[in-house]
């Protein structure tokens, strides 16, 4: 009987090339019986004519057999659903999560992605991008088209309208309070200069063109009567140089007389 070395299961599999092993009870021996069963060792089976066993590759182990448990504040359906109500908080949340670094960083990108969105808008990213900008009045017409689509309203009736006429064109004649500041980071990056009108009588209807001229670009001054062709733009917040918050109908002006 020979010297029995020993089976391994089938996930344990080694393989001594320099002894026989038998087909049935898988063991390794060194003689020509197995030591199991005793039965004689088959010539395919003895060492040196057995076909090369193909060894499995095995994940390296991490060192570490410990179980990471994650607070509910830190699983990814959370954090995803804090990208879309916090982007900003959501970030933080993912920096100090237990995950893989590769994860976080993706996670950490769509954050920063929809931050940006939401800070600036997907329409001003594009103009931005492109270089393009649509402007608040129409300029695909001639300037005697537009004159022509507006309405001859006066400074009360647009004062007291209740969207500002938003959206239709317009013709008012006013008089010139004073310049403001358009609380809009938007416009005012794009050098949109605002005035705070009234009624050309002088009555208290106080309302907000906003110059966005398409030719003959000027500046006025308190006092001046002008007429304005233009486009209603609802309601929109301004203030003075001391400060001074005034929230009323804005009109987008493209066109204008002065008189």
């Known amino acids: 009987m020979g010297k029995l070395i020993g089976s391994f299961s089938e996930d344990e599999r080694a393989e001594r090339p320099d002894l026989n092993q038998c087909p ?35 994940r390296k182990n991490s060192g570490s057999s410990r179980v990471t448990f994650i607070s509910w504040y830190h699983t990814w359906g959370f954090m ?16 100090t999560s237990p995950h893989e670094k590769w994860k976080k960083i993706v996670a950490i990108s769509l ?14 990213i594009i103009s931005g991008i492109s270089g393009t900008f649509e402007k608040p009045v129409n300029d695909k017409i001639s ?37 403001v500041n358009y609380v809009d980071s938007y416009y005012n990056e794009k050098d949109y200069f605002c005035y705070l009108c009234e009624a050309q009588d002088g009555s208290e209807y106080k309302f907000i063109v906003r110059d966005c001229l398409l ?8 006092g001046d009567v002008i007429t304005v062709y233009g486009e209603g733009a609802g309601e929109c917040t301004v203030y003075h140089d001391d400060y001074e918050f005034v929230t009323a109908m804005c009109l987008n002006m493209a066109y204008v007389e002065v008189e």
């Open 143 to 179: 300037r005697s088209e537009y004159v022509a689509m507006c309405e001859d309203i006066t400074a009360e009736q647009f004062y007291r309208s209740a969207d500002g006429y938003e959206g239709d064109y317009v013709k008012v004649r006013v008089k010139i309070d004073r310049s």
């Open 215 to 222: 030719e003959n670009q000027q500046r006025f001054i308190p």
């Open 24 to 58: 049935d009870c898988k063991c390794f021996f060194d003689g020509d019986n197995c030591p199991i069963c005793n039965k004689e060792c088959p010539q395919n089976m003895r060492a040196g004519n057995r076909p090369a066993v193909k060894q499995k590759k095995r």
């Open 80 to 95: 995803v659903f804090m990208m879309i109500v916090s982007p900003i908080i959501s970030a933080i949340l993912i920096i």
């Open 111 to 124: 954050s920063a992605i929809l931050i940006v969105i939401s800070t600036f808008g997907i329409g001003r």
